[in-house]
């Protein structure tokens, strides 16, 4: 019976590269298809009128060498190197045989993943980042010069703040789990696409749980709110420490969107 994996374990086979690779390859793809399609909506104005946060629109080409940088340089690197000392991207049986997990496993996998993301994210981002010493140290100021209005921004970042926000929060629950090579395959790549989305400044569906924007957007604007990643994420992290933009400014519990009126 077919499974997910076999167009994975088939790119892996035929291309030589370890499945990292295979999956930063996929990711990367993914990552700049999506960026370009947003590109695309702000420069026609298709669906201007969900859009909520701007700022960074004529920044795309700016933005890029720096992606580019943290990408190639500082992600595929340690993605790699976790594959290769045995940390990470394991997706073999005891009998060294392919896993095939089933829809019932991904969920705890999915779940284990927002969840640990969450708290690697949350905990690098509010006490390294966003602490009086590391905002500069860190350089988080480099992601801050934007407005979480263009999507590519969501990799935008000085290396050493990419690798605390993007590589920890996504490797370390990574390395305690063993999932097939379809769940590794999207896992990175769907990831991004909570990121490329709350960076892009559109706010599509405001009221659907987890998938209003806001929360990104308001970090953005106010530097001491919602230290969570936002859509993607469980954010349980910003519910246990009160620090939800929607605590922190309690004029604005329950509104989704910048154009719901303020109390
Ligand atoms: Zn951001
Ligand atoms: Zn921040």
């Not at 960076?199 to 953005?220: D, E, I, K, Q, V």
Request: one cysteine or more.
């Amino acid at each position: 019976m077919w499974h997910p994996s076999e167009p994975i374990y088939y790119l892996t086979r035929t291309s030589g590269l370890p499945l990292s690779l295979t999956c930063f390859f996929g990711h990367f793809c993914f990552f700049h298809l999506g960026c370009l399609v947003f590109e695309l909506l702000d420069k026609k104005g298709w669906l201007a009128g969900y859009k909520e946060f701007k700022g960074d629109q004529q920044r795309y080409l700016e933005l890029l060498s720096q992606v580019l940088f943290n990408q190639f340089f500082i992600l595929l690197p340690a993605m790699f190197l976790s594959e290769t000392f045995g940390i990470a991207f394991d997706s073999l049986d005891r009998q060294n045989q392919p896993l095939r997990h089933s829809v019932w496993e991904y969920i705890p996998q999915a779940a284990w993943m927002t969840i640990g993301h969450d708290l690697f994210f949350y905990l690098g981002h509010r006490f390294l980042l966003h602490s009086a010493w590391g905002y500069h140290f860190f350089r988080h100021d480099v992601h801050h010069s934007t407005k979480a209005s263009i999507a590519l921004s969501s990799m935008y970042m000085a290396s050493s703040d990419y690798l605390l926000e993007i590589c920890v929060p996504y490797l370390v629950p990574l390395c305690l789990l063993k999932a097939d090579a379809a769940f590794h395959f999207f896992a990175i790549a769907l990831g991004s696409l909570g990121g490329m989305y709350e960076h892009s400044g559109y706010n599509f569906w405001p009221r659907l749980p987890g998938l209003s924007t806001m929360a990104h957007g308001m970090h953005h604007t106010r530097y001491n709110c919602s230290f969570s990643d936002g859509v993607g994420s469980s954010n349980i992290m910003d519910g246990l420490f009160r620090t939800s933009y929607e605590h922190v400014y309690p004029k604005w519990s329950g509104k989704k969107s910048i154009k719901d009126p303020v109390m």
